[in-house]
């Protein structure tokens, strides 16, 4: 049954490579022109070549656009609390408080007497 898939699409083991090259060509020629555009205009900063935008955007990618997957950690960890949330008792929720609070150095909140110059 395997085998059969494979032999079916031999094209793609071939195909797929040349794709993912000419994506990566294409948008290291996009950042590269992108940049020498605008920014010698802009700042008066020095024209890049291919592989210096290649470079870049290989550097943005790795700051700010993750490795893949769908979602973000920050998103799954805050459902995750969040169900978590829904099922604890208004004690837990309330220890809960008491224990970040305690955690993070805060105190009781200022209530309208503790406030200075008031």
Do not use: Y
């Amino acid at each position: 049954m395997k085998h059969d898939w494979v032999k079916r699409n031999k094209w793609i083991f071939f195909v797929a490579p040349l794709a993912v090259a000419a994506f990566v060509w294409i948008g290291g020629e996009v950042v590269m022109h992108l940049w020498n555009w605008l920014l010698p205009m802009l700042f008066g900063w020095r024209l890049i070549t291919f592989w210096q935008a290649l470079g870049l955007l290989v550097l943005c990618r790795i700051l700010f656009g993750g490795h893949g997957g769908h979602g973000s950690h920050h998103s799954n960890c805050r459902r995750r609390m969040g169900e978590r949330w829904e099922r604890m008792t208004p004690e837990e929720r309330e220890k809960l408080h008491q224990d970040l609070r305690s955690r993070c150095g805060g105190g009781e909140a200022p209530t309208s007497g503790n406030i200075e110059g008031a």
